[in-house]
């Protein structure tokens, strides 16, 4: 496993873990949401044309899900970035845990409504 520093989002971990054991140079990521420099779970990383491809095909292997595939010209200081182009892989975020957002006892009443098995 890769040491990463500043530590990784753990919501990201896996996928540029994957990305980078398989020989997928990753230069930034984030978890995203509130709080984060993205608002949704991001992956940025270099190579060519054929480099988006494998990337959505090594996620795949690895149990990431893949919502967007983008190829990238970022501009800093109205010019075009010495990283581009480059690749952003946007992935799906995980589903709300809204029963830990709620009230604790109307969570407990939530759960005596479930059906038992």
């Keep these: 496993m890769i040491t990463y520093v500043p530590r990784l989002d753990p919501g990201i971990a896996a996928a540029v873990d994957a990305l980078n054991e398989a020989g997928i140079e990753t230069f930034s990521s984030c ?7 993205f608002t949704e779970p991001t992956v940025r990383f270099k190579g060519d044309y054929s480099k988006g491809d494998i990337a959505v095909c090594v996620l795949r292997e690895a149990g ?10 970022g501009y800093v200081d109205c010019e075009v970035s010495p990283e581009s182009p480059f690749w952003e892989i946007i992935l799906y975020p995980p589903p709300p ?19 038992p098995e």
Excluded: K, M
């Excluded at 978890?31 to 420099?37: M, Q, R, S, T, V």
């Excluded at 990431?64 to 010209?73: A, C, F």
């Excluded at 845990?97 to 059906?115: C, G, M, Y």
């Design 31 to 37: 978890e995203g949401g509130p709080g984060h420099a």
């Design 64 to 73: 990431v899900d893949v919502r967007e595939l983008r190829r990238v010209w």
């Design 97 to 115: 845990n809204w029963l830990a957002d709620t009230d604790p006892v109307f969570a407990t009443f939530i759960r005596t409504l479930e059906v």
